[in-house]
């Protein structure tokens, strides 16, 4: 090995070095300090005879209850998803697509605008839109279409809802860059060859796009299985979700231990996810070994 | 099977009163080459893409077999296309691709299977039906687009600059087995180039566009022996421009110059460009007697560039005016040096008027 080769790496090393460093103090340890209160039967801290044990995990997997908020939680992050894709899809391929630098920057700040306004605020938007007294019940009834007000409040559609909002930037963005890649000439190509517009979509650029759907559907899944606010907010505590459950057994319950455990049911759950769509994107792009 | 198309005063004016295409009119035969050749933006591939159907006319009609086709979805056209940067599905099999069309067809599987193997072989690719485009250089993508063009058996065959990114040795070894299938397969090609060389090699007849126009539509013979305009004779090949005065039988151009116009040209007056290739004057070394105006002049060689089968000489007239000359390589006898002074031939009917 030359010297100019085992000096580069060392070069690049030390730029690497901070962000290494605060990749290690505020992820890596925090996440190892979570699992190791999981299996801890106290806080080391104020305990100091603590012993390890599984029994917060048996408590998760032993009690239906819980096993019913971890299903609940990812049922939403899963509708949340599949609706943002649905909603996201046709903005996103509109915004790749347009021609006019006008059109694509009034659509690029019509999808960034509500990301620059609080979730909070967002939230509370929406409780009042959909409550029962709110701007849409009392639209409905007014207009004799409805008897009695929609119970949209208090439920997992509003979760949805409020989720769909906030998330959809992130579906739509991801999605744009994926499909602006996408040569608008294999679109012609396959029109030119017979296809319809709508099968030329269906057989090129949809399957194309598909790393992008992945992309943007597990982000949107990660953040809607950990989201906060909405939940409380939306769903007024009557839909518990993960997070929801996390925040009361250290708030309300001071059980970290617990909470911890949950934290990285939480986790083992992205973290499937992100495998699973390591392999999904490996067969989509069907990397074939080179003959 | 081939098809005739008729492009009758099309025009394309995009938002903001760009004019792309302009009263663009040209008939395309049945089973013939047809360039549309020109440097770049002079309208030649949105012409096609007209044709394709991928862009709508502001103006005018395209018909095929005397069919108004202007309004027809391309999807709807039956006609194959090879693009500049070839297209190919990426996610699909060199197989998958070329049968893509016939897939769109309705075809059965069987029959889908043996046209596609048939046309791989047209084209020599078999055995890399499994392959991704991803897989193949650069000229064997070009062929896979070729014969997923030419699978559907269209009625009309476009060419978006198709061998642009080969280089030079693949891309004429292309060049005559594109034309070879042409003429086997009887095809109506239209080829997009702005490689004024290829289109001469290649075409039955050329149509050379500028500006959204054409300039005009001929052989390759009479776009390069009889260019209409000055933009035509300027940008096919080398040649001499000169401008100046008309006077009787001659031109005058400039000072101390006169060119005797071709017998044909008698008539009329005022200012008038004629083009001059540079291999129809001939050079010899100078001889101090008196020279015949207009058909001859002096002047001292500047830059000799020698070419193999031809040498180029740069020749500074004693008028000032400057001109190119070749001169075959005959490999006898010695070649002129800058400094010789010289005495330039030419005979008068070889001057091309031009229309500016």
């Known amino acids: 090995m030359s010297s100019a080769s085992t000096t580069r790496p060392n070069g690049v090393a030390l730029f690497i070095l901070p962000s290494a460093l605060l990749f290690a103090l505020f992820f890596f340890l925090p996440i190892g300090l979570m699992a190791l209160m999981s299996a801890l039967t106290g806080n080391p801290v104020v305990m100091p005879k603590v012993a390890f044990t599984t029994r917060h995990y048996a408590r998760i997997v032993n009690d239906p209850y819980y096993l019913e908020v971890i299903w609940t939680t990812i049922r939403i992050g899963l509708v949340t998803t599949l609706v943002a894709l649905a909603i996201g899809y046709p903005l996103a391929h509109w ?31 929406w409780m009042t839109l959909l409550s029962d007294k709110g701007v849409i019940n009392q639209t409905l009834m007014s207009l004799g279409l409805i008897a009695q007000p929609l119970k949209l409040m208090y439920t997992e559609t509003g979760i949805v809802i409020g989720l769909v909002h906030i998330y959809v930037p992130f579906m739509v963005l991801t999605l744009t860059g994926v499909i602006g ?23 090129v650029t949809l ?31 009557q839909i518990m979700t993960l997070p929801i459950l996390i925040y009361q057994q250290i708030s309300a319950n001071f059980n970290v231990g617990f909470a911890a455990a949950l934290g990285i049911v939480l986790l083992v759950i992205s973290l499937m996810l992100v495998i699973a769509y390591n392999r999904a994107l490996g067969l989509v792009s069907g990397q074939r070994e080179l003959q | 099977m081939s098809a005739s198309i008729e492009i009758a005063g099309v025009s394309k004016v995009y938002d903001g009163g760009i004019r792309a295409v302009d009263a663009v009119a040209m008939d395309i035969r049945q089973g013939e080459f047809f360039s549309l050749l020109g440097p770049s933006g002079c309208g030649k591939t949105t012409t096609l893409r007209m044709i394709a159907g991928f862009e709508t006319p502001s103006a005018g009609a395209i018909r095929v077999d005397g069919a108004d086709i ?56 078999s055995g890399l039906e499994d392959r991704r485009p991803a897989q193949l250089s650069g000229g064997q993508q070009q062929r896979v687009a070729l014969a997923r063009a030419i699978v559907i058996a269209p009625r009309v065959l476009l060419c978006d600059e198709p061998l642009g990114a080969l280089d030079k040795k693949l891309r004429q070894q292309m060049q005559f087995e594109l034309k070879q299938l042409q003429k086997k397969l009887g095809l109506t090609l239209v080829f997009v180039t702005h490689d004024q060389e290829e289109a001469l090699a290649m075409s039955d007849r050329i149509a050379v566009m500028n500006g959204g126009r054409v300039e005009q539509v001929g052989t390759p013979s009479e776009i390069y022996n009889q260019p209409t305009t000055r933009f035509v004779a300027d940008f096919i ?49 100078r001889i101090d007697v008196a020279i015949a105006a207009g058909s001859s002049a002096h002047g001292t060689v500047e830059n000799t560039n020698f070419l193999g089968g031809a040498v180029l000489y740069r020749i500074t007239l004693d008028s000032g005016h400057r001109v190119l000359v070749q001169q075959p390589n005959a490999g006898t006898g010695r070649l002129f040096v800058p400094g010789d002074a010289v005495t330039l031939e030419w005979t008068p009917a070889d001057l091309v008027v031009l229309k500016d």
Do not use: C, W
């Open chain 1, 95 to 125: 915004m790749a697509r347009i021609k006019s630098r006008t059109g694509h920057a009034l659509l690029l700040m019509a999808v960034l605008a509500p990301m620059l306004t609080g979730i909070v605020v967002r939230t509370f938007a």
């Open chain 1, 181 to 203: 890649r996408i040569d608008e000439r294999l679109e012609q190509a396959a029109e030119n060859l017979g296809a319809s517009p709508l099968r030329a979509f269906l057989e």
């Open chain 1, 207 to 237: 399957p194309l796009s598909l790393p992008g759907i992945l992309a943007g559907s597990l982000l949107v899944f990660a953040l809607a299985i950990s989201a906060y606010v909405t939940p409380i907010l939306l769903g007024g505590f």
């Open chain 2, 70 to 125: 202007t309004h027809v979805p391309a999807h709807k056209r039956d006609m194959g296309m090879v693009f500049q940067n070839y297209a190919l599905f990426p996610h699909r099999t060199v197989a998958e691709n070329v049968a893509f069309g016939l897939r769109m067809r309705g075809l059965d599987k069987a029959s889908i299977a043996a046209n596609v193997k048939a046309a791989l072989a047209m084209v020599e690719l």
């Open chain 2, 237 to 285: 090949g080398d040649t001499n421009i000169f401008r100046g005065e008309r006077i009787g039988p001659n031109l005058s151009v400039g000072k101390d110059l006169i060119l005797a116009l071709p017998p044909a040209e008698t008539q009329g007056t005022g200012i008038l460009s004629v083009a001059l290739r540079p291999e129809k004057i001939r050079l010899s070394p």
